[in-house]
């Protein structure tokens, strides 16, 4: 493939690869490939993330509808320290790590330096700051309770995370 973009579901990059599509009368369409994503983003927790060179989506002799996604995305933000439940940060990388197949996809968070847990990530993303973890916040359960109920996190702009975000404060 070449000069191939792909926009939607909060996706938008470049691809690179093969891909063999098959059709039958009495199957669907299977793919069998793999395509690199390159110089692209992903809108995430009301972010736009930049996609890690190493991230793909692939296929299996899999319905074209449900590929295999490897994909990782971050940001390198400076993290709000005005108050005291704050952890204090210098400039940290924060993103979203997307594996398994469209239909069962995992959804992960990371960051760099890797201390931090996938709450203290959360807020990252969300406010802007990384609450401690003896902190029991009720703006930060709901978002956490939020994430395991979308489980997606992932948007088209003005999505669920935004209006999340702006409820939240």
Request: charge should be positive; hydrophobic fraction near 35%.
């Given at each position: 493939l070449k000069n191939v973009t792909?926009?939607?579901y909060g996706i938008n990059s470049q691809v690179k690869g093969n891909l063999l599509i098959t059709h039958?009368?009495?199957?669907?369409?299977l793919a069998t490939g793999k395509l690199s994503l390159v110089k692209g983003s992903i809108k995430a927790y009301g972010h736009t993330l930049?996609?890690?060179?190493?991230?793909?989506?692939s296929y299996q002799?899999?319905?074209?509808?449900?590929?295999?996604?490897?994909?990782k995305?971050?940001?390198?933000?400076?993290?709000?320290?005005?108050?005291?439940?704050?952890i204090d940060l210098n400039k940290i990388e924060v993103g979203v790590a997307i594996t398994?197949?469209?239909a069962n996809k995992k959804i992960s968070l990371f960051s760099n330096p890797s201390n931090l847990s996938q709450k203290q990530i959360l807020s990252l993303l969300l406010?802007?700051?990384?609450?401690n973890e003896d902190d029991d916040s009720q703006?930060?359960?709901?978002?956490?309770?939020?994430?395991?109920?979308?489980?997606?996190?992932?948007?088209?702009?003005g999505g669920f995370t935004s209006k999340l975000r702006k409820t939240l404060g």
């Amino acid at each position: 493939l070449k000069n191939v973009t792909v926009t939607g579901y909060g996706i938008n990059s470049q691809v690179k690869g093969n891909l063999l599509i098959t059709h039958t009368t009495l199957e669907p369409f299977l793919a069998t490939g793999k395509l690199s994503l390159v110089k692209g983003s992903i809108k995430a927790y009301g972010h736009t993330l930049t996609i890690q060179p190493d991230s793909s989506v692939s296929y299996q002799q899999s319905p074209l509808n449900n590929p295999i996604i490897n994909a990782k995305a971050s940001e390198t933000i400076q993290p709000i320290t005005s108050s005291s439940k704050m952890i204090d940060l210098n400039k940290i990388e924060v993103g979203v790590a997307i594996t398994g197949n469209l239909a069962n996809k995992k959804i992960s968070l990371f960051s760099n330096p890797s201390n931090l847990s996938q709450k203290q990530i959360l807020s990252l993303l969300l406010f802007g700051y990384a609450y401690n973890e003896d902190d029991d916040s009720q703006d930060l359960l709901k978002a956490l309770g939020a994430l395991e109920l979308a489980q997606s996190g992932i948007e088209s702009s003005g999505g669920f995370t935004s209006k999340l975000r702006k409820t939240l404060g």
